[in-house]
């Protein structure tokens, strides 16, 4: 049985701006402030938070989902195995964003795997007995929640777009500007994607070999678009991957 690891809570900065950041002191995609607002407050308050290393399981494919889970720090990777054998990442979660709604409805096995992706993750597990006597004493919440599982939905609909209607190097280069718009860290002279993104995670998030990413990403770097810096990707500027992916 899949258990959690030791509780902590660590904190990491976001380049988005209006988007979840616990740290920076908001919560969803809306900017709604978690500190300071009785919503927000009490949603942290609600949870138990825990601490992950990088590569470690947070809830496993077919695992009973118990509770719902809020990223408050690093980065969770969705994948889920499909019948081939191939592992196919469906998504990609920042601080703000919540999984394991399913508990809501009365559990159920999880679709996907949640692994945390790089060091300092940490999620707050919230019991749904706790956030459905949250939401009758607070209706906001429940708006709140919903917003980030449309804008989860969103993503998911927008990189499945991305992966029929492109090609490999636009749905690589499309899938970076979302990494840094929505994951990414201030850096000198651009933008730093996510500590421990390999070329095969972002292959599995695009479907595509590890051989074309690689050439992709030749490309951009070529054209001074990416570079590689401390082991981490960094785009200089993520709206000029848009014309690069047209082009």
Known sequence: MLTDGPPSLSSGAAYRSGGPRVEGRTLGRVGAPVYGAPVGERVLAAGAPRRYRHGAVILGQGQTVSCLRLVTAGAVRLAAVVPSGREVVVGLLGPGDVFGEIAL???GPSPVEARALGEETAVLAIPPAVLRELIR??????EE???LIAARLHDTAAALEEALAHDVPTRVSLRLRHLALAHGQAAEHGV???PRLTQEEIGRMVGATRESVNRTLASLAARGLVRLQDRRYVVRDPEALVPAADG
Not at 137 to 142: L, N
């Open 137 to 142: 004493r607070m209706p906001a919440t429940a």
């Open 145 to 147: 929640l919903l917003r």
């Open 192 to 194: 730093a994607l996510p």
């Open 105 to 107: 409805l009365g559990g």
